[in-house]
């Protein structure tokens, strides 16, 4: 929480948490406004939820994954740009969602 918490607040840019499996936090992390964070298990995955998601928030289950597997989703997390041209109207629609779906 306090990862997603730092994203929404605009304290940093993009998170990182690393966990057993990855999805718990996916899902916890997906609870605060304005975070889009997904589970990631290979480096194919993370490409394209920055690509083509504008994802914020990593989350990687290293007992899932292993060290080296680890390093190659980051390693792709962090150079891979959000390619607003091609999926940015995707990316309004999960804003808009958020924005004007509320609980309940």
Partial sequence: ???A??????R????IILGCGGDASALVANKVHGV??????DAT???FARAHLDANVLCIGVGMVGDTTTEEIIETWLTTTFDANAY????????????HDPPG
């Fill in 1 to 3: 929480r306090d990862v």
């Fill in 88 to 99: 940015g109207s995707y990316v309004e629609q999960i804003r808009q969602l958020e924005d």
């Fill in 5 to 10: 918490q730092a994203v929404a607040n605009s």
């Fill in 12 to 15: 940093c840019g993009m998170g």
């Fill in 36 to 41: 889009r964070a997904v589970s990631c298990h």
């Fill in 45 to 47: 995955s993370a490409k």
